[in-house]
């Protein structure tokens, strides 16, 4: 006859904090999930952009304040074409300051 085993039973802990999305910049800021939001990305550049969805523009945490078209599109898509626009060379070298 052989022997029942008995049934084990296995009991998962979930940790909310520990399932978050963290992203980590290049100057060790930590950037985790916000509501309305989605994010945090990070880009080549090494900045960190949520996205909001109701606006439709990313947001840079950093600054507190949202990115105009011009800033958007180098930093989230640096083309060889934009980087060497004009406008885009302007823009640069605003956020350089």
Not at 20 to 33: A, M, S, T, Y
Request: aromatic letters at 10%; charged letters at 30%; zero cysteines.
């Amino acid at each position: 006859m052989a022997a029942s085993r008995k049934p084990t039973y296995r009991v998962a802990i979930v940790n909310p904090v520990a399932e978050q999305h963290v992203v980590v910049d290049l100057h060790g800021h930590e950037f985790r999930e916000r509501e309305g939001l989605e994010g945090p990305f990070r880009y080549h550049s090494g900045r960190v952009l949520y996205y909001d969805t109701r606006e439709g523009r990313y947001y840079d945490p950093l600054r507190d304040m949202y990115l105009d078209f011009d800033e958007q599109t180098l930093v989230v898509n640096p083309s060889r074409e934009a980087i060497n626009n004009p406008v885009t060379r302007a823009v640069k070298s605003r956020l350089l300051r």
